[in-house]
């Protein structure tokens, strides 16, 4: 019988890919808090895993810049200064316009229809002053469409870069309050009609509204 060519190989995820997946969902989502201390042998028990897979899990998101280990040994949830927010702020304003203008050639309406169903869960959470849900859906609309530019370089150098800052802007919007309206929908607006150089421009205010005029 001759093997069907086409069919491409299933990556099975390993343990600790999968603890690192819990573990990051907590952070991302605000269950767990910017300072705060995980001990491997007690996540290892509430996830009934070895502490081996915790061990490589915390690695992997250390890699990612969302935990940070200590010579005593202790982890914690990466907490930023307001210096180091600062300079990824300004990392973030010189790559996501490069990723929105890459995903812009390659927007679909599949991707438009997930991003306004973003936009209407962020709404949802203003309407009930649900800052964790709020920036929660705020960053997965940002993902979206770093994701979509199809450029796996840059996509890992945001991630690295900005995901820790998400976590802090989630706090910051629970001690600011939650802006209305939401400024995601004219993005996606200039990502749906707007001429291809109005993007970067586009990017860019969003970021400078995000970070500097709230400061």
């Known amino acids: ?37 995980l001990v491997e042998r007690v996540v290892a028990k509430q996830l009934h895993v070895s502490q081996t897979a915790v061990r490589e899990a915390f690695i992997r998101l250390e890699g ?59 709404q949802d959470a203003l309407r009930t002053q649900d800052h964790r849900t709020y920036a929660y859906f705020d960053m997965e609309f940002h993902r979206l469409f770093w994701r979509l530019s199809g450029d796996e370089t840059l996509l890992k150098l945001l991630e690295a870069a900005c995901l820790p800052l998400f976590g802090f802007l989630r706090l ?23 001429a291809e150089e109005e993007v970067a421009g586009a990017v860019k205010h969003h970021i400078i509204n995000a970070h500097w005029e709230k400061s």
């Open 1 to 37: 019988m001759q093997m069907v060519s086409t069919l491409e190989p299933i990556e099975v995820a390993t343990l600790s890919q999968r603890v690192a997946e819990q573990v990051r969902g907590s952070i991302l989502k605000g269950i767990l808090h910017p300072g705060d201390t």
């Open 64 to 122: 990612e810049g969302l935990l940070q280990r200590f010579p005593t040994r202790e982890t914690r949830v990466t907490l930023m200064t307001e210096k180091q927010i600062d300079e990824v702020s300004r990392i973030r304003l010189l790559l996501e316009p490069v990723a929105f203008t890459d995903a812009y050639k390659r927007m679909t309406a599949e991707a438009a229809g997930v991003a306004r169903s973003l936009i209407t869960q962020m």
């Open 172 to 194: 910051k919007v629970a001690l600011t309050g939650l802006e209305r309206p939401n400024p995601h929908l004219a993005l996606l607006e200039t990502m749906e009609g707007s």
